[in-house]
């Protein structure tokens, strides 16, 4: 599979300058940064959302937690510009989608909405569903606006930037990060490691419901988490 193309100088200050605006600013909380790099038709990506990630507001655990959303995933740009995606033309319009609605509603749990609505979708096979959600999200459709204008391939070129930079790299999607710990494999406990991660006072109630043995931190999964790999071959997933 391709990675990204060359980039010149100006175009990486340009794309560094608006991953400044999309990164969220340091919290004197102690809030745990959670950044959740997929892809929009991932349906191992889509499963995480809907029925992992969304606990996150169900629980009350996201007043601890600063949640970055990353549509980019395994996704690519050929030597022309042009977007090719894991799954095909849609994912990489739903992707620039997913992007411009971060960007135009800020507001976690706003845009989050939005995402879960598309993700439902996409895991009952029915992702041309998708302009519903604005509805249900209780949204305007502007973001259809910012991704027919162009802006949204300025922010998924951003989204693929940061993606690239990872350290280590990504090696499948959803590929989920609590402030600096990639965790690879074990992402459908990210709630554990969050509550382990929160220095703030006191610790969320959620928490307390959480199991918080070290030694969990300590063992990979044992091969039962799905994802969709990089090395995939395109429109496949593992």
């Known amino acids: 599979m391709g990675r990204l193309s060359r980039w010149d100088a100006p175009a990486v200050t340009a794309l560094l300058m608006l991953l400044l605006l999309l990164s969220p600013s340091p919290s004197a909380s102690g809030k745990v940064t959670v950044s959740v790099y997929y892809e929009a038709l991932c349906p191992f990506c889509a499963n995480f959302i809907v029925y992992h990630l969304v606990k996150l507001f169900e629980n009350g655990l996201i007043t601890a937690v600063n949640l970055r959303m990353i549509p980019w995933g395994n996704a690519w740009i050929q030597p022309d510009g042009a977007f090719s995606c894991q799954h095909g033309p849609d994912e990489c319009m739903l992707n620039a989608i997913e992007a411009c609605t971060i960007s135009i509603y800020p507001d976690t749990e706003k845009h989050f909405r939005f995402i879960h609505c598309v993700e439902g979708f996409t895991v009952q096979n029915r992702h041309n569903e998708w302009t519903k959600c604005f509805d249900i999200a209780q949204l305007s459709a502007i973001p259809i606006d910012c991704y027919r204008n162009g802006h949204g391939k300025l922010l998924e070129q951003s989204y693929a930037y940061e993606t690239t ?42 928490c307390r419901s959480i199991m918080l043995d070290d030694r969990h931190y300590l063992e990979s999964a044992n091969g039962g988490s799905q994802v969709c790999y990089v090395t995939s071959p395109r429109n496949t997933t593992s």
């Open 165 to 206: 930079q990872l350290n280590p790299p990504h090696r499948f999607v959803p590929w989920v990060i609590v402030n600096d710990k990639p965790l690879q494999e074990d992402y459908q406990n990210f709630m554990a490691y969050v509550c382990k991660a929160y220095n703030g006072s006191p610790a969320p109630d959620a």
